[in-house]
């Protein structure tokens, strides 16, 4: 079970990187306004997507399988083999998106941002795969205060960015500070992890755990691919449609319910996860959902309704005067946040079943959804009609993780009972 001292620094985690994000987009606000702020998001995007192939399939395999491993022994294999194919896996990521640079800088921004600087954003994604690697196989241990140490190391990034924004550092110049510090700690820890993951045991079968681990990777290509390329096309389309401010404001939206989601995605993450990869397939299964739904969404609502009620206020203290949107623009996407949260409760629970491939389909009915929602109805956009069709994507992912998780546990049950019957 997992114990106060760890959820107290799941929570520190969480608070650490939201704490960071929100400190940089202040001082991108302050230093460039709405539309530094979204150029810096494209670019973040890609370095998302470099990484999340990995981060998104791999390694929330390696969790899963670290929490049923067995062994001491077994646990290391899987690291070293998971460290191998993550980075294999976002390199390819990385090479391709330097391949599509030119066409993405026009397609994705205009001209706005530089060619080379989608290098350096690929470059970025590729190396964040190697702290990541590390956080997923002391999840897997239930080590979230180890955890929590990895965060504050990392997150050095953000604030030596966040002071090079400060000091009037160019778009260039804070890509190439992210690029930098991200190299110097992945350095050290990839040290780490060749020294941790050392095996000395010929008897361990390493093929078994690589195909295990194998079968993650489809999901990391679908759901690290999908969602930054979606979150571009949407900025990108968006910026056709109303303008790169807007887009700011949709942008500086997004983050301030960030303090929400990202909190509640951490704690499905950090505490959940591990629990539904022990208990899938006992009864102890519906208890740890029932109970992560009561911890999760209630707090979530409220939290989401006081931002709701407070959103002016709250996007000029985060960002500053100008950042301003409509109340039903804001109401509508509030919800649309909530219904997102809820879905992923189901989205993890997939995970813990190795449902990879009913991950992989519901994942075309988020964020793909939308990109695909706000090109059919282009004409006439609207902020509004923006935050109702976000709405209406989530509506879609929802019932498919819900019905899918039905149907997989109705699926091992079945399963199960014939194994006894035998």
């Known amino acids: 079970m997992t114990s106060i001292q760890s959820v107290l620094a799941a929570f520190a985690i969480i608070l650490i990187d939201l704490l960071g ?137 953000l604030l030596l960015v966040a002071a090079s924004a400060w000091l009037g550092m160019s778009l260039r110049g804070l890509i190439w500070v992210q690029s930098l510090v991200t190299a110097v700690i992945g350095i050290v ?68 319910t960030e303090w929400v989601t990202a909190t509640a995605a951490g704690v ?35 939290l989401l309704l006081l931002i709701f009620f407070n959103q002016r206020s709250m996007l000029a203290a985060l960002y500053d005067a100008r950042f301003v949107v409509s109340d039903k623009t804001a109401g509508l996407f509030m919800l649309g946040c909530w219904i997102r949260i809820a879905a992923w409760l189901f989205l993890f629970g997939l995970f813990s079943a190795h449902r990879t491939g009913l991950i992989m389909a519901g994942e075309a009915l988020s964020l793909p959804l939308y990109a695909l929602l706000l090109w059919l109805f282009a004409s006439g956009m609207t902020m509004e009609r923006s935050a109702l069709l976000y709405l209406a994507s989530y509506l879609v992912y929802l019932a498919f993780s819900a019905a899918s998780l039905l149907y997989s546990a109705r699926v091992t049950a079945a399963s199960q009972r014939d194994t006894e019957h035998k």
Request: proline share 3%; charged share 15%; hydrophobic share 50%.
């Open 268 to 302: 499905l993450s950090l505490i959940f996860l591990p629990r539904f990869s022990s208990t899938y397939g006992s009864a102890k299964f519906r208890k740890e959902m029932m109970r992560a739904g009561v911890m999760v969404l209630v707090p979530a609502a409220c």
């Open 189 to 256: 820890i990839w040290q780490y992890i060749h020294k941790l993951s050392e095996v000395r045991d010929d008897s361990v079968d390493e093929a078994e755990y690589f195909r295990k681990l194998v079968k993650f990777v489809p999901v990391g290509l679908v759901i690290g691919i999908m969602s930054p390329v979606s979150m571009l096309l949407v900025r990108g389309m968006l910026s056709g449609t109303l303008s790169w401010s807007d887009v700011g404001f949709l942008q500086a939206l997004w983050r301030s």
């Open 21 to 157: 994000r929100a400190g940089l987009d202040k001082v991108l606000a302050l230093a460039g306004g709405p539309t530094l702020c979204a150029l810096w998001a494209q670019l973040q995007s890609v370095v998302e997507l470099v990484g999340a192939v990995t981060t998104a399939g791999v390694l929330q395999g390696l969790t899963v399988l670290i929490t049923q491993a067995s062994e001491s022994r077994h646990e290391k294999v899987l690291l070293r083999d998971a460290l191998k194919l993550g980075a294999g896996t976002s390199l390819a990521a990385g090479l391709i998106v330097a391949l599509a640079s030119p066409r993405l800088a026009v397609w994705l921004t205009r001209g706005e941002i530089e060619t080379d600087l989608f290098l350096l954003a690929a470059l970025a994604g590729c190396i964040a795969v190697v702290p990541a690697t590390l956080n997923a196989y002391w999840l897997g241990k239930h080590q979230q205060q180890r955890m929590l140490w990895l965060a504050l190391l990392t997150s050095l990034t």
